[in-house]
């Protein structure tokens, strides 16, 4: 007896914190944001593949911060993600200069409904991944070398023409995957009018993809969970956990100075006001 209501009172301490880390205020400006799903099995009645929803920001003094995990219901959803992000920028995020996401249907609207002046961003990676679920094991290596003299082009006509030569090389073949890269052309291209500083941090996505796998990982050894507050709980302990020397999710970005440089540059006074 003992024994239980210590674990139901060190339980009652997790979720409150956890509901207090997922209820407090931010900062009002971010320079990048990330966010993407990965779904998890909660027993609801039956086991099924939930949505986690995860944000991660960067701050304008090169911080990681993940921002909000929160688990949504069917598949993935633009409308279910303006939702939560009207949540962060009720919680204090005013303005955010680039949000990186996946090609979702809808969910540009959904950004820009939220913060209209936000650059909105497919990220390069998930463009890659989509592209390869459609390319044979033996083409694997050719392809992405290929695709990689599009993404990075020095400017958008050296993009373009680079795209026409993957386009005769390999889309009789794999039609899909020049439909990957079309559908998501307006969101990928102004990648290409940024300097290397600020095309690093939008395509190396490592701190939101390090903390997927933190959750996969958590995850899978556990193959489902009873309930959502279970998951939830898990997933909150990932976030708060430390490990050395390896990429944590919240830090400092190396090289910031540059970055900030670029930033100014691109976007003026919304970053230099902010930073005053």
Known sequence: NVSKDLVSRVTDAIVGEMNEWQNRPVDSVYAVIFIDVLYVKIRDGQVSNRPIYVAMGITLTGERDVLGVWAGDGSEGAKQWGSYLTELRNRGLEDVMIVCCD?????????????????????????????????????????????????????LDAAEAAWLEFDETWGVKYPAVIGVWERAWEEFIPFLAHPPELRKIMYTTNAIESLNARFRHAVNRRGHFPTEQAAMKVLYLCVLRKQKNRSNPTGKIVGWGKILNALVVAYGDRVTNAVK
């Open 103 to 155: 090609g979702l249907a809808g969910l540009p609207d959904a950004i820009n409904r939220v913060w209209p002046v936000a650059q909105v961003q497919t990220c390069v990676v998930h463009l890659i991944r989509n592209s390869c679920k459609y390319v044979s094991t033996a083409d694997r290596k050719a392809v992405c070398a290929d695709l990689k003299t599009v993404y990075t082009a020095a400017t």
